[in-house]
């Protein structure tokens, strides 16, 4: 019997979780595109978006998903023949690298495994190495999605520093934006991308490209530009479509400045420790089913995985049927483990829970509670305790 009624979940790393407030206010007629509401909701947006950011430059949007901004940020920067070095978690930073070479760029990649973050010291070592300064651009994520990884930027930061090295800093930050800590121009993040479906609770279809003043000089070099990706029109349009490229994405506004207006009442500090004690709560129930079973998290050390999304590794052949139960019985939509190659081809030893976004307790423990009930039905060996082990560090918490 399927008791998939009612709302169903996704537990996904994006598209994530869309609030009722964000719906609401995307229902509407089509607006005015010349002047009222819109344009003026459009500069406040920007505005609000830059300052979840930490960024003191400015911020771009595109029609587009998180490809799009990686596409931007390339070809606003670089010409066929430029070198960059690239640093490798998994497979959204392999994505990028891929995007990159097709671009004609040269890319050198250091590749760190798929359960850790990149080495700063090796970072630094490689730059060191480039005794010329022939890189143009370091690029990296700061999760990575498939692995679960979470880069030390402002370690990644010193590395440039340290190794006096003029590459731009480069951040695909579009699992963990408003879910980690960001805060672009105190850490020296020269481009900084996300999009509108992950931490900010939106529909896809908006890409985000933050830049500081840094980019300028590159930018009016870059032989990859093209009118349509070119961010000096975006950045500083003489009339409003300019923003855009064309006509604006209504609907995406009106629900991104909901979202937006979301985060900001409850604060970024608190956004973002609510995702690290929701994030716990996943860890402490992965570790409870290790203890009596072949589930553990991907990433082995809690200090470097994502608060946005954990990768669980299962016995092989696992996680399909887990999912599927799941989804079929319980209405609950998990993420598929991905191999770490530039395609994303899905595994059957891995699954993944997205808690980004739009997330309380009750979500979380619905997922978390339907997944341990999914492995007794399936009869996967795993830990007993599971949810007590959450729910007890959640009490702790409140404990005086
Ligand atoms: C989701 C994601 C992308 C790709 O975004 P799309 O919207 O699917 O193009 C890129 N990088 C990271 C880190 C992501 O999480």
């Not at 470097?304 to 999912?323: F, I, M, N």
Request: glycine residues 8%; hydrophobic residues 40%; aromatic residues 6%.
């Amino acid at each position: 019997m399927s008791l998939a009624f009612g709302r169903d979940h996704l537990a996904i790393p994006g598209p994530s979780v869309i609030p009722d407030r964000v719906l609401r206010a995307m229902h509407r007629s089509a607006p005015n595109i010349y002047a009222g509401p819109l344009v003026d909701l459009t500069k406040g947006l920007l505005g609000d978006l830059k300052s979840i950011a930490g960024c003191e430059g400015h911020a771009v949007l595109y029609i587009g998903n998180g490809h799009a901004g990686w596409e931007a940020s390339l070809c606003n920067t670089l010409s066929p023949g430029d070198r960059i070095l690239a640093l490798v978690t998994g497979r959204f930073s392999l994505g990028w690298v891929q995007m990159a070479r097709q671009l004609g760029i040269e890319v050198e990649t250091l590749e760190f495994g798929v359960t850790e973050p990149a080495d700063p010291a090796r970072v630094q070592a490689a730059l060191e190495a480039d005794t010329d300064k022939r890189f143009k651009a370091l690029i990296t994520v700061q999760t990575d999605t498939s692995t679960s990884t979470s880069n030390d930027i402002p370690a990644l930061r010193k590395a440039l520093d340290d190794a006096d090295h003029p590459a731009l800093l480069m951040v695909d930050s579009i699992a963990s934006f408003a879910c980690e800590p960001m805060h672009m121009q105190a850490w020296g993040v020269d481009v900084l991308l996300t999009a509108s479906q992950k931490g900010l609770m939106t529909p896809p279809g908006l890409a985000i490209a933050f830049i500081s003043d840094k980019v300028w000089s590159l930018h009016d070099a870059a032989k990859l530009n093209t009118p349509y990706w070119d961010w000096k029109p975006r950045a500083n349009p003489s009339v409003f479509p300019e923003h855009f490229g064309g006509t604006p994405p209504t609907h995406h506004l009106f629900g991104l400045r909901e979202a937006v207006d979301m985060l900001l009442e409850e604060s970024m500090e608190h956004v973002w420790a609510r995702h690290r004690t929701l994030a716990t709560c996943v860890w402490k129930t992965v570790d409870a089913w290790n203890a009596g079973g072949d589930l553990r998290c991907h990433v082995p050390k809690a200090e470097h995985r994502s608060t946005a999304v954990t990768a669980v590794d299962t016995a092989d052949g696992d996680s399909s049927r887990l999912r599927d139960w799941c989804e079929t019985h319980m209405g609950v939509i998990l993420g598929v483990g991905l191999k770490p190659t530039p395609t994303a081809t899905v595994i059957d030893s891995g699954f993944r829970i997205g808690h980004m976004g739009h997330l309380n307790p009750s979500m979380l423990f619905g997922t978390l509670a339907t997944i341990d009930a999914g492995l007794k039905a399936l009869d996967i060996p795993h830990g007993s305790g599971a949810l007590d082990a959450a729910t007890t560090w959640i009490a702790e918490g409140f404990r005086s």
